[in-house]
């Protein structure tokens, strides 16, 4: 039989083109991309790489922090199938926890369940986790700089954010879900700009954003100074652009799908507060943000009302995020001497650059310079809105403006390169790309030198203190030794052993967070030294948070106990950092 007759009458196979018919479409559109699309996606597949090689090698390194733990406990606690300790007695269910701290939410433990099923429990999975949503962050950024700025400026952000030491270093660590609130920032950037760009899909576009943005609120209440960039760059856009486009019937339909999707993304964060308030009527976070402004901060001491001191301090902390120089832990805080400069100057060339394009006649370039301006009014509203805080003043809050700093640099330089090679016709292309590029080469090599220090500084050091590898010796020693329950009498030591030993070893936290011990402390203490199998273990005093040592000697000594070290475990200076005790 023909290949004709075994056709079927009445079915129109035109319409249906094979397997092969449809790869050579897709290699046909393939092909007629042009050569800055091709380019712009090799840029992005390098930083990929890039990324990836700094930020997995020596992954071990620095030693496990005790706040990278903090919400991996109530999981593990959970994979056991036990009801872990919540916060003021709130879960969900009763066993599920909602919030870790007032203003922290449990999202990033959730977040790394499913690292810990295919790494197993230990610092790989808990690492893992926010390198791949820093990973997902790059390419967000791409898509974003692609879509406002065009594929030069989208391949040179890229490429200066996947080096950039701020995000390589505080990605490996994931402390405060930093990763996971970029991911909701650039998330809900594009889902809105894809709503404006498809007003039939409006909804369910801008229903996600609301979802992302709710989402990051719950992480960490820190997010609401992304909410507070995005309507000040929104109310910029729309001056100059979407006057035309956004009705007033637009916009009521779009707020209110937006509310419905933040409402659901928050719902944790709404319903602890709901608690709190029909409890004792009192929304704890909420609380937390008042009193953080009627006095200074409980445990840090900020007084929010010193504006002009923390705005001083809260620039201080933007230059240190830019240049990278906040790792002081890994053994030397290097730093990029050209990051700052880099990026005043961006601010400077590229807004003079920005306000020509604003007054172009075609639409696509005046929407560009506006989003420049959209962009560059960010960093002066997240500086000013940092040196406001319900805890500290420190670097990592200003994880969230990224990947704003890299996109002035490369708007400013491909920017600058085309007005440079304006009348030139052959190769213009190649000749813009290879132009931007050096004029951000300086920056970028720093970049790369910044990362290669802190390697090479860590493959001797192995970390400083509490942030050493000190604590994988800790760990193995008292796993070896079946030490499951010995007693931590300061932080920072038993939620890390609980990860690194997958759970076995679960250390007993007896010290109080007060400065001096307590009552409570002395009656532990007592009981725990009438049963003399325990094992103790304190930080050594130049790392101690809550330096128990001399009240639990005291204490032995009154019960005719002598206290003995029975292990020491050292940073590789030689520091002791973590000493196991025993009362004999």
């Not at 999975?125 to 990973?135: E, G, H, K, M, V």
């Not at 943005?213 to 997010?223: E, Q, R, S, T, V």
């Amino acid at each position: 039989m023909s290949y004709a007759q075994g056709l079927s009458p009445g079915r129109d196979y035109a319409a249906r083109p094979t397997l092969k018919g449809r790869a050579f479409v897709m290699l046909g559109r393939l092909r007629a991309l042009p050569l800055s699309t091709w380019l712009s996606a090799i840029a992005l597949v390098v930083a990929l790489a890039a990324f990836a090689a700094v930020a997995l090698h020596q992954l071990h390194l620095p030693g496990f922090y005790y706040d990278e733990a903090l919400d991996l406990a109530p999981m593990l606690d959970l994979m056991r199938g036990e009801t872990p300790e919540l916060l003021r007695g709130v879960g969900v269910a009763g066993r599920f926890p909602v919030m870790l701290l007032d203003y922290m939410g449990s999202l990033g433990g959730y977040l790394t369940v499913p690292f810990m099923w295919v790494f197993g429990v230990g610092y790989q999975a808990a690492r893992a986790q926010p390198l791949f949503f820093s990973t997902l962050s790059i390419v967000l950024a791409w898509l974003l700089a692609r879509r406002w700025f065009g594929d030069a400026v989208a391949a040179l952000a890229t490429i200066a954010l996947a080096v950039n030491p701020s995000l390589i270093w505080f990605s490996r660590q994931g402390i405060s879900v930093t990763s996971v609130m970029l991911v909701c920032s650039l998330g809900s950037v594009l889902l809105l700009q894809a709503a404006l760009d498809h007003p039939h899909r409006a909804r369910g576009l801008v229903f996600a954003a609301g979802l992302l943005l709710g989402l990051g609120l719950w992480a960490k209440f820190l997010f609401f100074r992304w909410w507070v960039v995005m309507v000040i760059g929104a109310a910029m856009l729309a001056l100059g652009l979407w006057r035309e486009r956004l009705t007033h019937a637009v916009m009521r339909r779009v707020m209110g799908w937006l509310g419905a999707g933040v409402a659901i993304g928050a719902a944790p964060l709404i319903y602890y507060n709901l608690v709190g308030l029909l409890r004792e009527g009192d929304p704890w976070t909420l609380s937390l943000l008042w009193r953080s402004l009627a006095q200074p901060t409980q445990q840090f001491g900020v007084n929010n009302w010193d504006v002009l001191s923390n705005l001083r301090k809260s620039i201080d902390d933007v230059r240190v995020f830019v240049d990278g120089s906040y790792f002081w832990y890994n053994g030397i805080p290097f730093s990029n001497v050209y990051a700052v400069p880099s990026l005043l100057s961006a601010a400077v060339v590229g807004g003079a650059l920005a306000v020509l394009r604003a007054r172009c006649a075609d639409a696509e370039t005046r929407a560009q310079g506006w989003r420049f301006f959209a962009a560059l009014s960010a960093l002066p509203t997240l500086t000013f809105l940092g040196a406001f805080t319900v805890t500290g003043l420190w670097s990592t809050h200003h994880f969230i403006m990224l990947p704003i700093p890299q996109l002035l640099l490369a708007c400013a330089a491909v920017w600058l390169a085309e007005a440079a090679l304006n009348r030139l016709r052959r190769g213009r292309t190649i000749a813009v790309w290879a132009l931007s590029l050096t004029l951000v080469s300086w920056p970028l090599h720093r970049d790369v030198w910044v990362n290669q220090m802190h390697h090479e500084t860590l493959a001797r050091t192995g970390g400083v203190g509490r942030f050493s590898d000190a604590v994988y010796r800790l760990a193995d020693w008292l796993d070896h030794n079946a030490i499951y329950a010995p007693i931590a009498l300061d932080w920072g030591i038993q939620k890390s052993v609980r990860v690194l030993t997958a759970d076995r070893v679960r250390p007993i936290e007896v010290f109080g967070h007060t400065p001096q011990a307590d009552a409570r402390f002395y009656q532990q203490v007592a009981e725990l030294l009438q049963h003399p199998e325990h094992y103790y273990i304190v930080l050594w005093e130049r790392f101690a948070v809550y330096n128990r040592r001399a009240e639990f000697t005291e204490i032995a000594r009154q019960m005719g106990r002598q206290v003995e070290e029975v292990f020491i475990a050292h940073e590789r200076s030689g520091l002791p950092v973590y000493v196991v005790l025993r009362a004999n």
